[in-house]
């Protein structure tokens, strides 16, 4: 959370003189254990503004405390699902900003990954640069017809910025990340599903699809959820962790009415 305040303070630093009101990212819940984050600035090819960045960062402060189970990325209706970074404000940035823009995504990216909770990124239109960075921060991305994938960095002379290329490398695989980053050219959803990096393609309403693609995880206990995916997230960090977070589910309530069912079945 330190890392989120930081970044927080450094978006907000950065915004300073940025025109103000430049799109939003929406933080709804249609119910009440899912979360839906949805970028609205289709007049930009829904591209983050600064302000939007800032945004994306306090919802996902505010998810990091929310006793959900599901949060959803998606955006506003069109060809593009997000373009990346809002050039017309970040284009002239200095190497400082720019540097200080990269570590504050990636943290707020990476937490966003991180959260207690399943988060699904559906993808209905073209996620390019840093919008490809954003889709590889969720745990599952889900895409339609129209969707696709586009690590355009090398083209423009850069590399991955808001921490995409670890992220993929933790997808794909060294080699493949590799690949997609060198050959620098839109993946539509089926290679991109081959390649490891779409877990799921599907027709018609894609909010709708992905909710009905992850509804089996829904239907798991909340507590059983976060504690799965917390020791999902700690892997590495030794047994005793992993342990800890296994004791504050086992005897609870949601344990005890399982076991309960599982006799009455068994009689």
């Known amino acids: ?109 990476d937490t966003l990954l991180d959260l207690p909770l399943l988060s699904v990124a559906a993808i209905d239109g073209l996620a390019v640069g840093g919008g490809a960075e954003l889709v590889t921060a969720c745990d599952y991305r889900v895409g339609g017809p129209a969707g696709g994938i586009y690590f355009v960095h090398g083209r423009l002379g850069i590399a991955p910025g808001w921490g995409g290329a670890a992220r993929l490398v933790r997808l794909v695989g060294r080699r493949t990340a590799l690949r997609i980053l060198t050959g620098a050219r839109p993946l539509r959803m089926g290679e991109a599903e081959r390649l490891g990096l779409v877990d799921h393609r599907a027709d018609g309403p894609i909010l709708e699809a992905a909710l009905a693609w992850i509804a089996p995880a829904r239907r798991l206990p909340v507590a059983a959820l976060s504690a799965i995916k917390r020791q999902v997230v700690s892997a590495g960090q030794g047994a005793e962790v992993q342990a800890a977070i296994f004791g504050e589910v086992w005897g609870a309530p949601d344990h005890r009415a399982a076991l309960e069912r599982l006799q009455r079945h068994r009689r």
């Open 1 to 109: 959370m330190t890392d989120l305040t930081a970044a927080i303070a450094a978006l907000s630093t950065l915004q300073e003189g940025t025109e103000q009101g430049a799109g939003q990212v929406h933080l709804e819940h249609p119910d009440s254990d899912l979360a839906v984050l949805r970028l609205d600035h289709p007049q930009r090819r829904n591209a983050l503004s600064v302000a939007m960045m800032v945004q994306l960062a306090q919802h996902v402060q505010a998810l990091s405390h929310w006793p959900g189970k599901v949060v959803v990325l998606t955006a506003s209706p069109g060809d593009v699902f997000c373009s990346g970074g809002d050039l017309s404000q970040i284009a002239d940035a200095t190497p400082e900003q720019a540097k200080a823009m990269s570590v504050a995504m990636s943290a707020v990216l």
